[in-house]
């Protein structure tokens, strides 16, 4: 079985032992956590994303706009996991959720009007890792440490702290 057919299972379990209809996932962390890896953000320095995760346990709905559809569908190959699109013009709200919400007893990862807020809950489960998380934080820890080193060696006196700062971002992003 998958890490990713694994965390759909923990989703639906959880969603069980809570006797929810449907769970909604916003934050970029839950996102992340609940696609095994998918970025759902655009600006880095936001805890929501341009898309919304919407499980029931029949079907896996990912809400977004029309400017990242095809990002998501293209980039992060969600569209293979088994996740449903629903795309709206960028300027309307989140009708489809609303739709998709009728009558369901839902949690959400934050606060959501018609939702139980569900976020510590979800921050404790995102917390246990899979071996192949794990496997990935060891090679992050690894990568982060090359890139630190490579520009603590770079750094010359005079250089001010956004020049090394840009420096650390260029190691960091090679």
Known sequence: MSDFQKRQECILAFMAERQLDALMLQRVSSFAWATCGAASY???ATTTGEATLFITPSGRH???????ATRL????????????????PWYEGPGVADQLADGARLGADGPLPGAQDLSND?????ATLSPVEGQRFRTLGRLCAEAIDSAARAV???????????????????
Do not use: C, M
């Open 73 to 88: 569908e293209k980039e992060e190959e969600l569209v293979k996991q088994g996740w449903q699109f629903h795309v709206a």
């Open 156 to 174: 010359r006196p005079g250089q001010t702290e956004y020049e090394i700062s840009a420096r650390l971002a260029y190691e960091a992003d090679r």
């Open 122 to 126: 979800l921050a404790r489960l995102r």
């Open 42 to 44: 655009v600006n880095t």
């Open 62 to 68: 990912l809400i977004t706009n029309n400017i990242e």
